[in-house]
């Protein structure tokens, strides 16, 4: 069995936090699975636990944060409606 994650992104709070990321799984030749894994994570009595999980078959994309990109988008994101 081989598992391979990327582009993985976590959001934190101090209760609760939720890891979000590429999954390419190859099991023993029969199964193989390539997407997105979400893994929802709770703090019990100072420990993180995993509480819950889900899978799709549609895979992240990665974001472009260069800083080109980011002054093509200010202008939107600080126009006032």
Not at 25 to 31: L, P
Request: aromatic fraction near 8%; hydrophobic fraction near 35%.
């Amino acid at each position: 069995m081989n598992v391979k994650t990327t582009t993985v992104r976590v959001l934190v709070h101090p209760k609760y936090a939720l890891a979000i990321m590429n999954q390419e799984f190859n099991g023993d030749n029969r199964y193989k699975s390539q997407g997105r894994k979400v893994l929802y994570w709770q703090r019990e009595k100072g420990q993180w636990k995993i509480v819950r999980e889900t899978f799709s078959n549609i895979s992240l994309t990665k974001l472009d944060l260069s800083e080109h990109k980011l002054q093509t988008l200010r202008p939107m994101l600080t126009r006032k409606p």
